[in-house]
């Protein structure tokens, strides 16, 4: 599960944009539009910068001032919902910003992608938009619920943007975390690059872990306030949190320390030892496995590497579920299939490696669905027709491996 990422996900993002893009015609500066995934696609966004003065980051090197800072710091994305449409004074915003994109293209360059395509591609996110003037839900003091999403390892927030706007649409502020280190490129609005210079095999995660989780923690605390850089209510009280690979690992430890974390989901990624070596570590609240289709319990259990089996058996002690999703690979999750997809070339033997042969699009809609329908269930206590073992009725490429209910381990 995670470990797939730890040895290729690097690899494999730059083959697929390299098959996809050395296809683009040289010297085109058009908008490449990632596709929709609803009739009206248009949230808002906010990005931003936090420090926590109250811990230094032991992993950044003594950098000039311009270049870094000791203390930890994190960039974080709000999509929320908007009233606005684009105009010529508000258009969605880029992909990426442009020297993380221009990076992205260094690396591609091998491939034959011209300088400027990764600058190209367009979210329908409007950037600094107004907040919706109407919440589908009630919470607290009339507070937006919020959904975090935790990247994998050396992955960028930027690629689970679909995702975050599709959860957007569904009346939920949505928060993506980039931690400093962990992931491959992280640039600060003062045009701070902060890069990981480490290979992604040799990554101590449990190491890894500690400080993620902290981060976790200290930016639900920031956004309980309203602050310049989110000038709306959220309810911090209760949410859902979804990680993928080791933001799945993230998601669980999270959540075992902060109660505030009322459900987690893990999409294809291992759980470490601050969990499944601990006899009494439980997570009492209702979690979401998800497998990817090419995972092979048989083979894992026979490895000893199948730590979903692990915790499932010992550590989760509330309502619990274990999906697989057919034809998907670990890295379904992420929006590199849409990107192929936006250029025509979805079925490359690089893109099928990674992502698989579902229907990608198929795929953000059903973690869409899946994901706000758990976080009504979770914050709300609203059951919907998919948390159960029917779910295949309405999504057919997804098994139920497991069901609990009753929570009991």
Aim: with cysteine.
């Amino acid at each position: 599960m995670a470990s797939t990422t730890l040895k290729k996900a690097a690899s494999c993002w730059l083959l697929i944009l390299g098959s996809v893009f050395c296809a683009s015609r040289q010297g085109d500066n058009s908008a490449i539009i990632l596709p929709a995934l609803h009739d009206h696609p248009f949230v808002g966004k906010r990005d931003f910068r936090l420090t926590d003065t109250r811990r230094l980051n032991q992993y950044a090197p003594d950098f000039g001032p311009k270049n870094a800072t000791r203390y930890q710091e994190v960039m974080v994305s709000l999509f929320y919902p908007t009233d606005q449409v684009p105009s010529q004074s508000s258009s969605t915003s880029a992909y990426m910003p442009r020297l993380t994109a221009d990076i992205w293209n260094e690396d591609l360059a091998a491939f034959g992608v011209p300088n400027g395509t990764i600058a190209r591609l367009r979210s329908h996110a409007i950037l600094n938009a107004s907040i919706a003037s109407h919440c589908h839900h009630k919470t607290t003091n009339d507070a937006w619920p919020l959904i975090i999403l935790d990247p994998g390892l050396e992955a960028s927030r930027f690629e689970y943007t679909l995702l975050a706007e599709s959860l957007a649409q569904h009346h939920y502020v949505v928060a993506l975390i980039d931690h400093p280190y962990n992931a491959k490129v992280v640039e600060f609005p003062d045009g701070t690059i902060v890069r990981n210079p480490n290979p992604p095999a040799s990554y101590p995660n449990d190491k890894f872990l500690e400080p993620r989780v902290q981060d976790i923690t200290f930016v639900l605390d920031r956004l309980t306030k309203v602050e310049s850089t989110h000038p709306f209510r959220m309810n911090t009280d209760r949410v859902m949190m979804w990680g993928h690979s080791f933001g799945g690992a993230a998601t669980g430890e999270a959540m075992r320390r902060d109660r505030r974390i009322a459900g987690g989901s893990d999409f294809d990624g291992a759980f470490y030892s601050t969990i499944i070596e601990s006899p009494t570590a439980k997570i009492d609240r209702p979690f979401l496995l998800w497998n990817a289709g090419d995972f092979n319990a048989t083979q894992q259990q026979a490895a000893g590497q199948d730590t979903f089996l692990e915790i499932w058996d010992h550590h989760l002690t509330g309502w619990k579920m274990q999906l697989q999703v057919r034809d998907t690979k670990h890295d379904s999750a992420t929006d590199e299939g849409a990107i192929a997809k936006a250029i025509g070339f979805a079925d490359t033997p690089a893109s099928i490696d990674n992502v698989g042969t579902a229907d990608i699009l198929r795929v953000r809609r059903l973690l869409r669905d899946f994901l706000s329908e758990f976080a009504d269930f979770v914050i709300f206590g609203k059951p919907g027709r998919l948390l159960n073992p029917n779910a295949s009725k309405y999504w057919p490429e997804v098994e139920v491996l497991k069901f609990d209910a009753n929570g009991q381990a």
